[in-house]
């Protein structure tokens, strides 16, 4: 019995291939390693490289490695560059799902987890977003991950797959330094990079309905996010017979981009230039944080680390990478 896990060599993905190890789970990865790193993923776990799009190497991997259920991972994750690309959000992230559902339906795989995003709520007006809060995402990112959960669903219980849908929150840090995250997407490797730099971090706004007027956010440490995937995958019957499940994985507590500012300055030591308020950006809520009851409750699971714990263990991370100069 082998797990497939597409993104595998990813920041995410790497963390749940550790995590999925430690378990005791036999692994193969599929990525593409457009951003992915090799290097991440332990020589003993086999990577196939390659897309999901490519039918007959998902097809091939599945049978030659054993595989009876699919962690799926890889996809495009930039709000910005979905606005500028829908073509190819939609493509990579609702076709090369397709794909993979089909050569998963044809093996007979009876487990399957989808990785899913906050951004399919949108800009929910409610103190916790819990899992019946409506889903209006507002750009083709959430639009193609709410797409993809309802594939993942409807093809679960037509085919007889055992199927999960986490819906991560904001994460962050990393469970050791050569796993950390080496985007700048994110805030608090935004943050890292323009200190990095000798430029005053940004926080898009301040006038928000919140205590401090910046934007309130629930993040994750991504060691926890791994873990929650381990969970999960523990959770589906193996004989596909468990229905469906959609989860959110965040903590269930905000901070604001201008407490993360303050921590980062801490975490780092540099605390000059301070952070500079500009506009706001278009679409981004005022708090989006997440009610976790249903995973605590469901898949036993209960987020361990704290957010200092996420920043240290990031800036960590990135200077064990070399971004700081």
């Keep these: 019995m082998t797990w497939l896990i597409t993104g595998g060599a990813g920041y995410i993905g790497a963390h749940v291939v550790e995590a ?3 378990a005791g789970e036999p692994l ?5 390693l457009s ?8 020589a003993e776990v086999p990577l196939v490289r390659g897309s999901t799009l490519d039918g007959d190497l998902v097809a091939r991997t599945i049978r030659e490695h054993g595989v009876d259920g699919v962690i799926h991972l890889a996809a495009r994750k930039q709000v910005g560059e979905s606005v500028e690309q829908p073509l190819r959000y939609y493509r990579e992230n609702v076709h090369g799902l397709t794909v993979l559902l089909e050569a998963v339906v044809a093996a007979g795989v009876r487990r ?7 951004a399919v709520y ?3 007006d409610v103190d916790l977003v819990t899992e019946e809060t409506p889903c209006l995402p507002i750009n083709p990112y959430g639009e193609t991950k709410l797409a993809g959960e309802w594939l993942v ?11 999960s849908c986490l819906r991560y929150f904001n994460v962050a840090g990393a469970a050791r330094p050569q796993l950390a995250d080496t985007g700048a997407a ?3 490797p935004m943050f890292f990079e323009a200190l990095s730099r000798g430029e005053a971090p940004r926080i898009f706004g301040d006038d928000y309905p919140t205590p401090d007027g910046t934007g309130v956010r629930d993040y994750i440490h991504v060691q926890d996010l791994a873990d929650a995937h381990v969970a999960a995958a523990g959770a589906l019957a193996p004989d596909g017979s468990g229905g469906d499940l959609t989860v959110n994985i965040g903590t269930g507590e905000g901070a604001s981009v201008r407490e993360m500012a303050d921590l980062v300055a801490e975490v780092t030591g540099i605390r000059e230039p301070a952070a500079e308020v500009v506009a706001r950006r278009p679409g981004d809520p005022a708090r989006v944080v997440a009610s976790v009851q249903r995973a605590s409750t469901r898949l036993e699971w209960t987020p361990r680390h704290t957010l200092p714990d996420m920043v240290s263990s990031a800036w960590e991370g990135w200077r064990a990478l070399g971004r700081h100069r």
């Design 186 to 188: 994110n805030i608090i």
């Design 153 to 163: 669903r409807a093809t679960g219980r037509a085919h007889g797959v055992s199927t």
């Design 122 to 124: 949108g800009m929910p």
């Design 28 to 32: 193969v990865v599929l990525d593409d």
């Design 112 to 118: 399957f987890v989808l990785s899913s995003s906050a």
């Design 20 to 22: 999925m190890r430690r």
């Design 35 to 42: 951003t992915g790193v090799a290097a991440r993923l332990p």
